[in-house]
T-cell receptor, first 116, second 113 residues
């Protein structure tokens, strides 16, 4: 079956530090990959996505590259801000047994805290 | 106004009570989903619906039921609530297709005493 493994948190960084959150996946087909962000008291929001191998998704200074050879989709940001403090979820969309039955499989989430 | 609205936002109730959580959307999406979020476990899919006449069980459907009243409305019921159903519940919507992201409501925090 499908699965997503994220690095365990919490991750605590100082403002302007470099961020990496690791994500690896197992899928039966050719998944699309997503990063979602959850700010305190809110639902999940799409941060970025990549739909095929070697695609790079980017948004708000965050980037992630779809690496089929290592089945990875690591999230990076060069200089984090206090406002980036949130929970980050890696997810994949795959039909599993086939057809159009696409659903998301989520990782367990990584809590990021950025201190001034 | 929010595109995906969940009511109530918070609910405290007692073991054995029947609870209904409601979700409505203005995005015009056919697909709707219910998840629960527990600390350290991420999001787990409870039920999903790909159109008004389609209901499917997710990975943790036991103890829950759903109703898709219209394209825009998808409700989740706990027929007889138990304490281990205490969690944060999210509704989401999407268009069909592998590349389509899901759009989430702000969640319902449910506590069962």
């Amino acid at each position: 079956g499908n699965s997503v493994t994220q690095m365990e948190g919490p991750v605590t960084l100082s403002e302007e530090a470099f961020l990496t959150i690791n994500c690896t996946y197992t899928a039966t087909g050719y998944p699309s990959l997503f990063w979602y962000v959850q700010y305190p008291g809110e639902g999940l929001q799409l941060l970025l996505k990549a739909t095929k191998a070697d695609d790079k998704g980017s948004n708000k200074g965050f980037e992630a590259t779809y690496r089929k050879e290592t089945t990875s989709f690591h999230l990076e940001k060069g200089s984090v801000q206090v406002s980036d403090s949130a929970v980050y979820f890696c997810a994949l969309s795959d039909p599993g047994s086939g057809g159009s039955n696409y659903k998301l499989t989520f990782g367990k989430g990584t809590l990021l805290t950025v201190n001034p | 106004d929010a595109d995906v609205t969940q009511t109530p936002r918070n609910r405290i109730t007692k073991t054995g009570k029947r609870i209904m959580l409601e979700c409505s959307q203005t995005k015009g999406h056919d697909r709707m989903y219910w998840y629960r979020q527990d600390p350290g476990l991420g999001l787990r899919l409870i039920y999903y619906s790909f159109d008004v006449k389609d209901i499917n069980k997710g990975e943790i459907s036991d103890g829950y039921s759903v109703s898709r009243q219209a394209q825009a409305k998808f409700s989740l019921s706990l027929e007889s609530a138990i304490p281990n159903q205490t969690a944060l519940y999210f509704c989401a919507t999407s268009d069909p297709g592998r590349n389509q992201p899901q759009h989430f409501g702000d969640g319902t925090r449910l506590s069962i005493l």
